[in-house]
Nanobody, 123 residues
Framework: QVQLVESGGGSVQAGGSLTLSCAASGSILSVGVMGWYRQAPGKERELVAT???????EYADSVEDRFTIGRDYTKNTVYLQMNSLKPEDTAVYYC?????????????????WGQGTQVTVSS
């Protein structure tokens, strides 16, 4: 029905940059809030950044001023530009999106997750 496919993870040294991308595809009617979450080993999944359909953005305090979230409405894609990366940013990053699918007769916004992409920052 609906798939979220992430790309752009990898390994980088502290102070470096990475850009993550996540494309939603399938039987999509509309896309609401899109965002990024991350989960480090032994920790709970936490919000990194979200962006609404109206382009309102929210960031975790730990990434404010270093990360930038954006989206391409024509491609149903969300991006996360990560600068000045720190070792504590190391985690699996997950894309999340609220999607209304054409296969749902009630056109509800349901939550979808990507498979996750690893980001490793070395000191």
């Amino acid at each position: 029905q609906v798939q979220l496919v992430e790309s752009g993870g990898g390994s980088v040294q502290a102070g470096g940059s990475l850009t993550l991308s996540c494309a939603a595809s399938g039987s999509i009617l509309s896309v609401g809030v899109m965002g990024w979450y991350r989960q480090a080993p032994g920790k709970e999944r936490e919000l990194v950044a979200t962006i609404t359909y109206g382009n309102r953005k929210e960031y975790a305090d730990s990434v404010e001023d270093r990360f930038t979230i954006g989206r391409d409405y024509t491609k149903n894609t969300v991006y996360l530009q990560m600068n000045s990366l720190k070792p504590e940013d190391t985690a699996v990053y997950y894309c999340n999106a609220e999607v209304s699918s054409t296969s749902d007769p009630y056109r509800r916004l349901n939550d979808y997750w990507g498979q996750g992409t690893q980001v490793t920052v070395s000191s």
